[in-house]
């Protein structure tokens, strides 16, 4: 595929892994899995399930911009949490970042995510 295009920036965690933050194709842009790190110490944010909720925006955040998009942009969001019982604080905190229309998203309860934590989010932008 001629027009794709990987997306990388520092104001977002350097892949930990086989991937890269983002990848451009077309007019889309496939955000990776963001887990709440820190960019500058790769490592866990400090604090509550909130705090490390908005890393993960901010994160999101970062590639989007470095895609040349906003979390506006965003038509698909996939969110992973270790204890759905958090759904709540998600909610509003992801308020906070999006205003409506809000993207389609999927809230998923799973086993384990990478480095202990306890939320990965994953998205799909459309440049306009």
């Known amino acids: 595929m001629t027009n794709k295009s990987v997306i990388q920036t520092e104001n977002a965690p350097q892949a930990i892994g086989t991937y890269s933050q983002a990848v451009k ?3 889309t ?3 990776s899995g963001q887990i709440p790190l820190v960019p500058q110490t790769m ?6 399930f909130a705090a490390k ?3 993960v925006f901010e994160n999101l955040k970062a590639v989007c911009e470095a895609s040349g998009g906003e979390l506006k942009d965003i038509v698909k969001l996939n969110i ?3 204890d759905l019982s958090n759904f ?3 909610n509003e905190i992801m308020a906070t970042y999006f205003q409506e229309p809000y ?3 999927a809230a998923v309860g799973v086993a384990a995510l990478p480095k202990g934590v306890p939320i990965e989010m994953e998205a799909v932008m459309v440049l306009s």
């Not at 490592?43 to 509550?48: L, T």
């Open 29 to 31: 842009v496939y955000l």
């Open 88 to 90: 709540a604080t998600v």
């Open 43 to 48: 490592e866990v944010v400090a604090g509550d």
């Open 103 to 105: 993207p389609a998203r």
């Open 53 to 55: 909720t908005r890393q």
């Open 25 to 27: 194709a077309g007019d």
């Open 80 to 82: 992973y949490m270790t």
